[in-house]
């Protein structure tokens, strides 16, 4: 075995021939770390969480109020399972606006980053498909989704959002606003009017999900 000399001398020799390459290394790694930091700083000032996906169910019932209510919330990393496609999906909620709130996504490429999202949904809802499967009694229905980044209005926090709501209930939306439990559901409203016209106009934008309990 060698001793604390050659030890010690194989160590120095190891120093000298990668001294650079370590240098290097730890530099880009305190690169990061500073960006990181202050990307993350810039997110939480301006409350932007572009890297999280939250999944909303939006319910409009005749004499009630918006109801909003989160079903999924997780990192996009963990729904589309694909760096390029979290990469996709986070630019393309940059480029929403007030006017259009839903991801601009290359046609040819949406259903694939809404069929990931209905993986998730979908895994929620499991177990009334078995119990149908099984002809137990349950409860169905049909709903809208859409990926959407909202930045109108006075909202809380910017996320990536997938909206659903009753295909029923968004095939005859109408413009009398109903009552809101909070002032800046009234941005939902106007994200559900906008979903409405682009369900006609666009379906490609939307995915259709039956979900049973």
């Known amino acids: ?49 572009l890297h ?26 963990e729904v589309f399972l694909n760096a390029v496609a979290v990469d996709a999906v986070t630019r393309a909620a940059r480029r929403t606006t007030e006017q259009m709130p839903l991801l601009p996504l290359p046609k040819e490429d949406y259903w694939h980053y809404l069929n990931a999202v209905l993986n998730e949904v979908s895994e929620q809802f499991a177990q009334g498909q078995v119990r149908r499967e099984m002809g137990l009694p349950v409860t169905c229905r049909h709903y809208v989704m859409a990926l959407t980044c909202e930045c109108a209005g006075e909202m809380r926090t910017r996320k990536i959002r997938a909206m659903l709501v009753a295909k029923e209930i968004l095939l005859k939306l109408g413009d009398k606003p109903p009552a809101f439990e909070h002032p800046t559901h009234l941005t939902r409203w106007e994200t559900l009017k906008t979903m409405a016209r682009e369900y006609a106009a666009r379906p490609w934008q939307f995915l259709e999900v039956e979900l049973c309990q």
Not at 36 to 44: E, H, L, P, T, V
């Open 1 to 49: 075995m060698p001793d604390l000399k050659e030890l010690i001398d194989l160590l120095r020799d190891f120093l000298h021939e990668n001294w650079l390459k370590m240098a290097t290394g730890a530099l880009l790694m305190g690169v990061g770390w500073f960006f990181g930091r202050r990307r993350a700083r810039n997110d939480w000032k301006n409350k932007e969480f």
């Open 52 to 77: 999280r996906l939250n999944v909303s169910l939006n319910v409009i019932q005749p004499g009630q109020p918006l109801r909003i209510r989160t079903l999924i919330e997780k990192p996009c990393s």
